[in-house]
Every structure is written in C-alpha cells, then in structure tokens.
C-alpha cells in the first residue's frame, strides 16, 4: 500500500512536470519515469496508439471522428470537456494499454512476469481442468493503472469522472476475455480437456465499448452543491452521484455539440471535406446514412468526384511458372461533404479558368 502510493507520488509528479512543459499527444504518454517504469514505456505508448487506432475504426462513418487531440484535449487543464466521446476516449486508450502490456507479458517480452498459471492443475468445470497460458491481466491491469490514471492530477469531478472512464476500459478487457481449451484422451477422445483465458481481438473490445458509448449515462450533479465553489463539498455530491453508476457504464457530464462546424479551440475540424459512403457493396444501415449525417444534416451538399485507379486485371498463368496481368483502368466515384455556396462566392475569373481546364 505504502510502496504503490509511493510509486503513483513520483509519477505524478514527473507527469504534472511534463503538461506543464509542452502540449502533449499520445507520443508522450509516456516520458521519462522512475527507472523500473522505463521498461514498460514503449508497450504503454504502443497501447495508447492501438487504442487512438481503434477509436478512429469505431468512429470512422461519424461526425466526430476521434481526431488526434481528443486524447490532449481530456487531459489538458485548460479545454478539458467530459462529454460522451471524451468519455469512450479514455475507455478505449486505457483499455489499450492494459492490452499491450497484458499480451507483451504473455509474450515473454518482460523478465518480470509470465503467463497466469496460478488456477493451474485445478479443475475448472465438467470435464476441464485450467492448464496453459492464461493471459495475466492481473499484470497488466496494474501497471497501465499506475500510468494511465496517473495522468489525472486534478482533484475536481472531471477527474473523477475520467477515472472512472479509465477504469471502464480495463474492465472491457477483462470482460471479454476467451475461455480457450485444448483436448486431450484417448486417440483424442477429448474425454478430459485443458483450458486457459486468454484476451479477445482488440477489434472486439473496441466493439463492446461503442455500446457503452452508446448507452453512456449523463451524470446529473446537485448543481448548487457545485456552485457553492467548496471542494470538499463538490467531492461529497460527486461521490453521492457516483453511487449510483454501475462500474463497467461510461459517464459524461457535458452535452455534445453537433460537431458539424469547425471549432479550433475546441480541437473539432467539422464535417466539410470528409468523405462519406454513397455507392459500394454491402454498406452497414449506419455506412448508407454517412452522407446524410456528415453532409445534408450539417447544411453541407454532397459532392462526388470521380477519381481514376488502376489496378491489375485479367491475369493469366503461362507455363511455367508466371503470371501476367494487364493494368486495367476504373473510374471510382467518391463522395465528400462541400459548402453550399462554393460556386456562387468564388469570384468569375477563377470559376471562368476552371472551366477550361476541366478534366
Ligand atoms: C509490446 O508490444 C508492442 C506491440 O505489440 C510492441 O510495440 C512493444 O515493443 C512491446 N514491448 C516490449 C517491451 O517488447
Ligand atoms: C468555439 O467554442 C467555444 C466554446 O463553446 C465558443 O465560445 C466559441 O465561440 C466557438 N468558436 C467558434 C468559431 O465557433
Ligand atoms: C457481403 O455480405 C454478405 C453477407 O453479410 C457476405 O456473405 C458476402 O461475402 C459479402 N460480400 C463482400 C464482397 O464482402
């Protein structure tokens, strides 16, 4: 107990000194920290990554579509917001990191820990008993929450609020997990088999935490507790709040905006120019509605543009022992989100001039 506290003080402080030096993205995640930490740097930095990587996958047919600086956005001081995505953010990256170190750790890849072989040779059910590799989420679990939650210095409701975020996302990892198993008997009679836990694809966390997403609960403060501007007493309404949200849901304190226009202190670039999906072959309800909702709903018309691939075709085999292609061409149409008026504001000259050179 003494030792942890020990350990999260001095991390804390190298993080509130390296926020205080420099804006920071998923890159530095991780700096320096106390020595043993070091060793554990580049998987959480890998595990940020895949979680950013993740959360652009989940969101990528929607308006707010996890740009760069939602993870620098929830954890600087200034701009912090707590809304429903900065809430699946932190889920999603914290998950990522618990994963990474969690499967590094299977791997082999530090000196300090090993597979989870602690229920080996016990009997697990009808018929199986635990042998194998489990994956040590125990592991990992405690290492990404020494840095992860570390991050939040504050002692506010955002704060807490992110924790608890935090802590949704290595639940996710857990929650998922896999019972594996492996037969064995006579000639394989499977009469007797082994099994083990071992994580889920990323993809799959990733999946289950946009249901969360999508079901995040608004936390509802006593406003005037708030207001009244004493911590101590904020601290006592959030902790009553709290009591009532069930640990694996995402909470949110602020409304979303539409997210439709630009707002670069908000880190939000809008939906003009991003592309949406009209024509392709077996597009999702959600895919088929992508121009609507990044276009038409946000006052912007949908432009296609034609755009010309080449690729290889009609290849044939000759004896022996290669293959010939030609290079086929094929017009691909795409869509993006334009202004409305991009015709009518841009001065004669230069609409007269394109015209020319219409290709
Ligand atoms: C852990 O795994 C990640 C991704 O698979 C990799 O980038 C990283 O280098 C690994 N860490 C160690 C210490 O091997
Ligand atoms: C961006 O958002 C902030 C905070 O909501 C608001 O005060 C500001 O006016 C917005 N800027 C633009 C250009 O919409
Ligand atoms: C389209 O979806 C169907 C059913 O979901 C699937 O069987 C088929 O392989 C898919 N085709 C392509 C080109 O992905």
């Known amino acids: 107990m003494k030792r942890s506290t020990f350990l999260i003080l001095s991390i804390t402080g190298v993080y509130s000194a390296v926020l205080h030096a420099a804006a920071w993205s998923v890159n530095n995640f991780l700096m320096t920290g106390p020595k043993a930490y070091l060793t554990y740097s580049s998987s959480v930095a890998a595990g940020a990554h895949s979680g950013m990587e993740e959360c652009k996958f989940q969101f990528g047919w929607e308006r707010w579509n996890c740009p760069e600086s939602a993870l620098q956005l929830s954890t600087h001081n200034r701009l912090r917001s707590a809304t429903r995505e900065?809430?699946?953010v932190h889920?999603?990256?914290?998950a990522g990191v618990m994963y990474t170190l969690t499967r590094n750790c299977s791997m082999g890849d530090f000196e300090s820990c090993g597979c989870d072989d602690s229920r080996n040779g016990r009997v697990g059910g009808r018929g199986w008993v635990w042998g194998g590799c489990s994956d040590n989420v125990e592991f990992g679990e405690r290492i990404s929450k020494l840095f992860v939650d570390a991050l939040e210095t504050g002692h506010d409701t955002r704060a807490l609020i992110n924790l608890h975020n935090n802590e949704v996302g290595r639940l996710a990892v857990k929650a998922t997990m896999k019972r594996a198993c492996k037969c064995h008997g006579v000639s394989g009679s499977c009469s007797i088999q082994t099994c083990w836990l071992q994580l889920a694809e990323?993809?799959?966390?990733?999946?289950?935490?946009?249901?969360?997403?999508?079901?995040?609960?608004?936390?509802?403060?006593?406003?005037?507790?708030?207001?009244?501007?004493?911590?101590?007493d904020s601290r006592g309404a959030t902790a009553e709040t709290f009591h009532h949200v069930h640990p694996t849901e995402l909470v949110f304190l602020e409304d979303s905006p539409d997210y439709c226009t630009r707002n670069a202190s908000l880190g939000h670039h809008g939906t003009e120019g991003r592309e949406c999906l009209q024509t392709g072959k077996n597009l999702s309800q959600w895919e088929k509605r992508s121009c609507r909702r990044l276009c038409t709903e946000c006052g912007l018309r949908v432009e296609?543009?034609?755009?010309?691939?080449?690729?290889?075709?009609?290849c044939k085999f000759h004896w022996c022992c290669t293959v010939r292609c030609e290079q086929c061409r094929q017009l691909v149409a795409k869509h993006?989100?334009?202004?409305?008026?991009?015709?009518a504001t841009a001065p004669n000259h230069i609409r007269r001039r394109n015209k020319g050179h219409k290709r």
């Not at 889920?91 to 914290?94: E, K, P, Y």
């Open 86 to 88: 900065t809430s699946f």
């Open 91 to 94: 889920a999603i990256s914290s």
């Open 202 to 232: 990323f993809r799959e966390i990733g999946n289950y935490l946009k249901i969360k997403y999508d079901q995040a609960h608004k936390l509802e403060m006593d406003k005037r507790r708030m207001r009244a501007g004493n911590s101590a």
């Open 304 to 314: 296609e543009r034609r755009t010309e691939v080449v690729s290889s075709c009609n």
């Open 336 to 343: 993006f989100c334009a202004r409305r008026d991009t015709a």
